[in-house]
């Protein structure tokens, strides 16, 4: 079964964007720029909502621009060729190799997750809380910098229980971020804990 991983930028006080939806302070330089997208080579599709996939949109045509960086060149031909599902009730239509789902989201997933292939990435807060929810996202990858925002769309939402999770993989960039990387456990798969009976 594929996995699905949920992958963004986050304050040191858990925002992915600030209390006016500013997203500056998390822009990558080039040593991290190339780490995503090494990442984003290695998914089989990617899962936006409506507000996310308008931003990304973004890469459909920088490829255009001659005069941009190597590094980002580079994301929009690795972003172009990636697969799109887009989660919109609201949208017209998408561009490129996309495709629009206006019905269930969970039962989506969970068809896209059975099916062969590269494992699944999640973008956006809005999906991303629905997902988490559902008890649909298997691995939490957070770059986080260095600043703490007061306020602003946290990464995980308010959650009724909560989510056993397991650090796999760190590293820390010469900017600072440090990227985390956690996979979903079982409690009975943590180590140390014995369930009682």
């Known amino acids: ?56 949109a973004y890469w459909e045509t920088a490829d255009e621009k001659p005069s941009a960086p190597d ?5 929009a031909r690795i972003w172009k060729d990636m697969p799109k599902i887009v989660f919109s009730k609201t949208l017209e239509k998408v561009e490129g190799n996309a495709r629009l789902v206006r019905d269930s989201v969970a039962e989506e997933v969970a068809k896209l997750k059975e099916q062969p292939g590269k494992d699944l ?16 996202i298997d691995e939490y990858r957070l770059f986080v910098s260095p600043v703490v925002l007061g306020g602003g769309t946290p990464y995980f939402p308010a959650l009724g ?7 796999v993989e760190t590293r820390t960039f010469g900017s600072r ?3 985390v990387r956690y996979r979903r456990v079982e409690y009975s798969e943590r180590p140390g804990l014995r369930l009682a009976g």
Do not use: C
């Not at 040593?31 to 308008?54: I, P, S, V």
């Not at 990435?121 to 649909?136: C, D, F, H, R």
């Not at 229980?161 to 650090?167: M, P, Q």
């Open 161 to 167: 229980e909560r989510i056993n999770l397991e650090l």
């Open 1 to 56: 079964m594929r996995k699905l991983i949920y992958s963004m930028g986050v304050s040191l006080d858990g925002f992915i964007a600030g209390p006016d939806g500013e997203i500056d302070w998390s822009a990558p330089d080039e040593e991290l720029h190339r780490f995503h997208n090494q990442q984003t080579r290695e998914m089989g599709a990617h899962l936006y909502g409506r507000r996310l996939y308008e931003v990304m």
């Open 71 to 75: 590094h980002e060149l580079e994301f």
């Open 121 to 136: 990435a999640v973008g956006g807060a809005g999906l991303a809380s629905t997902l988490t929810k559902l008890g649909l």
């Open 177 to 179: 971020v440090v990227y």
